[in-house]
């Protein structure tokens, strides 16, 4: 197969924006796929509602859309049932962490051998761009006209600390290393999550002086900092400016999964 | 009266800001958005002193609506579709608590397969919730009903949660002339909340304890009483309201060119205007057909109708929803308040997921239920069957 095969025809031209960072995310995860040799009929995709949700639609595997913020507790089930199926799942910000938040948290706590791609693209795309728990502080959305005034999550941290066996983060600009993230995480027994920083211009960008798509592609590439550089700078005492993130691999473990068949 | 233009979400948002609610917390969904947007905005810009929550989803939404309802405050949320039906258990956990909530419901139909266009069958669904829910025919009744659902609530005679229902798009999305009244009327008629008991330290009450079978029974009887009530109690102040602001809402069904009709449509919500073209153009074809516009589901109007429709030959009943394997939900009701009455009810099942009605539509339907035919999901598509 090749990757084109991964890509459901009927379904495209898919929905997104222009300069939407969605597309790049599928393709690096179907490259991913596609390069781990995955079997169309062993690979499902899940998702709930959003325009990252949308993505489990436009790929040729089965795939399951659901409601909003359950597609983790959907794939839960399928996984106990098919524990030799790869079951990938592909949410939001608002999807995982809002509505989907206490899903999100047990499938970690559970290690249920699942990938996520989170799509963080800080907003409610969908929805027309409301305030979701990851727009930072300060950010304009249309239910903070003023700017956002409580603190984002930190999905990678939050994911970490309730158990999953693998953490990591990137955006939609460092293409090769999302990619390969993807890979490492499709690989590792136990719940992978990948969480991707991404664009949405038409309700993110364009309401928070970034109104071109090679600006919200620059500011990832400026403001991204390495783990390893940052562990660095935590170790001589500097503390990390604001707008910076951190991305790269956060955690990767052996704690025993759920839902991997049992040597027989 | 000064009419402006108005999106329907806009009008429906500076009406709650007249209405003074001191905390909204909704979740976004569309069609709801732009209210959702419009009251965010309109807190933000200070011209409303109240707290607007961004939660993390309905349920929380209503959730945090009980707590500020019982804590004594007035309070708003609006929602449709999913996220209604995530909410559903602090729906029927709010109607128990007999709290003056006002929830307005921009109609749309619900997953799977998804849709995200017009029906009724969000609403219907929380039928037997305990909640009032009026149906707007247009947006000015949609506002008009926000202002008349608080004060129906907040009257220690009722003490019910309400739904003003609107169809998705088809009046959230439209614009229309609409007669925004001012803060002194609205002011006037609502005037403060004034809870009938509220969370206080220095007099200690619990809201949603458990209630043994010595008194569960007891609790649903006195609530099914309260909603009864609660059609006395939107005529009166429907009366009052139309006496304020010119706009009579005393009748719980209004009827148009019913008095002499042979063949009554009865509907609810934006397709009465539709339905109402039809009628003109059938009238000037000499066919004697009326229309009877359900502006309350629940209460249930029962005699009202009966009365209403006892002169007619024959009646048909356009259902936005269906209770699957029965009818319409709307039929079943129009059918139990005819009862006895022999004059044949037939459904029709129609306009679901967004699925446009026209005027011919209401014509065929007009001829079907005078030759008898019913029963049925009209305008289907035979060829994808
Ligand atoms: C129960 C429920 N509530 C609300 C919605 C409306 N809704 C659809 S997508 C969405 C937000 C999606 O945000 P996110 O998960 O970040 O995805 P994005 O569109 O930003 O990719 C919302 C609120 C819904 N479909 N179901
Ligand atoms: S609204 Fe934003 S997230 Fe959705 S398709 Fe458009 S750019 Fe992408
Ligand atoms: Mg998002």
């Keep these: 197969m090749n990757l084109e095969d991964w890509y459901r025809q009927d379904r495209l031209p898919h929905i997104y924006c222009a300069g939407c960072g969605n597309g790049t995310i599928l393709n690096c995860t179907l490259r991913a796929v596609e390069e781990l040799d995955y079997k169309k009929e062993e690979t499902t995709f899940i998702s709930g509602i959003g325009c990252s949700s949308r993505a489990a639609g436009y790929t040729s595997s089965d795939s399951l859309h659901t409601t909003h913020g359950r ?52 907003i409610y795309g969908m929805t027309g761009g ?29 994911a970490e600390a309730a158990g999953a066996n693998y953490v990591a983060r990137w955006t939609s600009f460092h293409v090769k290393e999302l990619t390969e993230a993807i890979r490492v995480g ?22 928070n002086k970034m109104r071109q798509v090679t600006q919200m592609l620059d500011m990832f590439r400026d403001n991204a900092v390495l783990k390893a550089k940052a562990d660095r700078d935590a170790a001589k005492g500097i503390l990390p400016s604001p707008e910076k993130f951190v991305v790269g691999q956060f955690v990767r473990r052996n704690n025993p999964p759920l839902g991997v068949e049992a040597a027989k | ?57 309905e349920f929380s939404a209503l959730s945090a609506c009980i707590g500020a309802s019982a804590a004594g405050s007035r309070v708003y949320s609006a929602t449709t579709s999913q996220g209604l039906a995530l909410m559903a258990e602090v729906v029927f956990n709010s109607a128990g608590m007999r709290l003056p909530i006002v929830m307005g419901i921009a109609n749309r139909a619900i997953s799977a397969p998804l849709s995200i266009w ?24 949609a506002i008009d009903m926000h202002i008349l659902a608080y004060k129906v609530c907040e009257d220690h005679n009722i003490l019910l949660p309400a739904f003003v229902c609107f169809d998705g798009f088809i009046l959230s999305h439209v614009y229309e002339p609409i007669d925004l009244p001012s803060q002194e009327l609205v002011d006037s008629f609502l005037g403060p ?44 102040y429907g009366k009052e309201f139309g006496e304020i602001f010119g706009r009579d809402y005393s009748e719980l069904v209004v009827g148009y060119k019913l008095e002499d009709a042979e063949t009554a449509i ?5 397709i009465c205007g539709t339905v109402k073209d039809a009628i003109d153009e059938m009238r000037a074809e000499g066919k004697k057909v009326g229309l009877l516009n359900l502006r309350c589901f629940r209460p249930f109007p029962s005699t009202d109708v009966a009365k209403a429709l006892a002169h007619v030959n024959t009646i048909a009943v356009l259902d936005k929803n269906v209770s699957l394997g029965a009818k319409g939900a709307v039929a079943i009701e129009i059918k139990e308040a005819c009862y006895g009455s022999n004059i044949p009810v037939y459904d029709y099942i129609l306009g679901l997921g967004g699925r446009d009605v026209r005027k011919r539509d209401i014509k065929k339907i007009v001829e079907l ?14 060829e994808v069957l």
């Design chain 2, 369 to 382: 239920a005078e030759k008898g035919e019913g029963d049925m999901f009209y305008g289907l598509r035979e």
């Design chain 1, 71 to 122: 597609a983790l507790a959907f794939a839960t089930g399928l996984k106990l049932v098919k524990p030799r199926q790869h079951v990938i799942v592909f949410t939001g910000d608002g999807d995982c962490s809002a509505i989907g938040g206490n899903h999100f948290i047990h499938a970690c706590r559970r290690n249920i051998d699942i990938t996520v791609i989170c799509m963080n693209n800080n």
């Design chain 2, 1 to 57: 009266m000064t009419m402006e233009i108005m999106e329907g979400s806009i009008a429906i948002a500076e009406t709650v800001r007249l209405c003074r609610p001191q905390v909204i917390s909704a979740y976004p969904i569309t069609p709801q958005t732009h209210i959702v947007e419009g009251l965010a905005s309109i807190v933000a810009d200070g011209r409303l002193d109240a707290e607007y929550i961004c939660v993390e989803s």
């Design chain 2, 266 to 270: 009865v509907a609810m919500g934006s």
């Design chain 1, 130 to 158: 409301q305030g979701s728990p990851c727009t930072p502080y300060g950010a304009i959305s249309t239910t903070t006209p003023y700017g956002m005034q409580e603190q984002p999550f930190d999905l990678c941290k939050v």
């Design chain 2, 193 to 236: 909340f004034n809870p009938y008991q509220k969370l206080d330290a220095k007099d200690p009450i619990s809201f949603g304890m458990y209630a043994t079978p010595e008194y569960y029974l007891e609790f649903r009887y006195e609530h099914d009483q309260a909603v009864k009530r609660a059609a006395d109690a939107i005529k009166k």
């Design chain 1, 186 to 207: 499709l690989e590792t027994p136990g719940l992978s999550f990948i969480e991707v920083m991404t664009q949405c211009p038409t309700s993110f960008g364009s309401k």
């Design chain 2, 118 to 141: 017009n029906d009724q069958q969000d609403s219907i669904m929380m039928r037997d919730s305990g909640w009032i829910q009026l149906y707007a025919e247009d947006n000015q009744e």
